[in-house]
């Protein structure tokens, strides 16, 4: 596939929106003969696989108990035989059908190792986290975040860069920042592509966003260890992440059908972080399946 895309989509129980996905994908304006379409599923039992064969996905599996965020996308990477890889997660729907090539536009440059797409909160994402998509990820550039920013659930890389230094398959999250890191300290680019959006689909239970805030903070430790997270800090910050969250449901008129939400939300977030910003120690088989293993 010389100069092509392989999108590769990690996948565990991902049904519910991986049909609308993969439709999205079909109606991009990139070539179709210069895409294709690699799933790395971690056994799946809603339906994923079939769905994903139906699409004409090259689908590749990953035994439960070698999960880890970053083995599971260099495997995906090691089946891919584009030199664009492209990564989406199984439950964000592209929002245009120039999302792919808005995405590797910048790769143009040679200077540029990686991009990422804005995300957009779906249908069932949570106030809170719809708040969290508008800081992040912009309609325009963002500003005041670190240059290595990034996301996998919507970014891509230089196949070249990626087998240069492929991703960490040790840390519990923040895999794709991690690799950034290590390409923007050799002087490489990371581009935000705004017009490459995605809708992001959240739809988890409080035990599931507590854990992934947890986790992530486990890993930005690795990442930025000089970032301490004290339990007055996370006080304060679930404190201001409340009432900047309810005044924008007040204006919205949703404050009173909200306000519970955001509360239980920003508590998971900030206890998750606090919890995994002290958890310096080496994690048992358990926890290892706990934090790694997308339930």
């Known amino acids: 596939m010389s100069h092509g895309c392989s999108i590769i989509i990690r996948t565990f129980n991902e049904a519910r929106y991986l049909g609308e996905l993969l439709d999205a994908i079909a109606k991009q304006t990139w070539p179709p003969n210069r895409r294709e379409v690699v799933l790395v599923d971690s056994g799946s039992t809603d339906g994923t696989v079939e769905i994903a064969a139906r699409h004409g996905c090259r689908i590749v599996g990953i035994r439960r108990e070698e999960f880890s965020f970053g083995r599971s996308l260099n495997i995906g990477c090691e089946a891919a035989r584009g030199e664009t890889l ?11 059908p120039r999302w792919l090539e808005e995405l590797v536009k910048p790769f143009e440059d040679a200077r540029v190792a990686v991009t990422y797409g ?21 309609a325009h550039r963002p500003s005041g975040q670190a240059p290595f920013f990034c996301n996998n659930a919507n970014a891509a890389v230089r196949r070249s860069e990626w087998a240069a230094h492929r991703f960490d398959e040790s840390l519990t999250g923040l895999e794709d920042m991690h690799l950034a890191q290590r390409l923007v300290e050799r002087g490489l680019l ?34 930025m260890p000089e970032v301490h997270v004290h339990w007055h800090d996370a006080l304060r910050y679930f404190a201001a992440g409340v009432l900047g969250d309810a005044a924008l449901a007040l204006s919205r008129r949703q404050l009173f059908r909200k306000l519970p939400e955001i509360a239980a939300f920003r508590a998971c977030q900030y206890y998750g ?23």
């Not at 705004?194 to 739809?203: I, M, Q, R």
């Not at 972080?273 to 790694?292: D, I, T």
């Open 86 to 96: 492209v990564f989406i997660s199984g439950h964000c729907v592209p929002s245009t």
């Open 190 to 223: 990371v581009r935000y592509v705004p017009k490459a959006g995605v809708l992001h689909h959240h739809h988890e239970r409080w035990s599931q966003v507590r854990r992934r805030y947890e986790r992530e903070a486990i890993a930005l430790h690795r990442i």
């Open 118 to 138: 804005r995300q957009i909160g779906g249908r069932e994402t949570k106030f809170s986290e719809h708040v969290l998509f508008e800081k992040y990820f912009p």
């Open 273 to 295: 972080a606090w919890r995994g910003n002290h958890a310096h120690r080496e994690l048992s088989r358990r926890q290892k399946e706990r934090y790694f293993f997308p339930k």
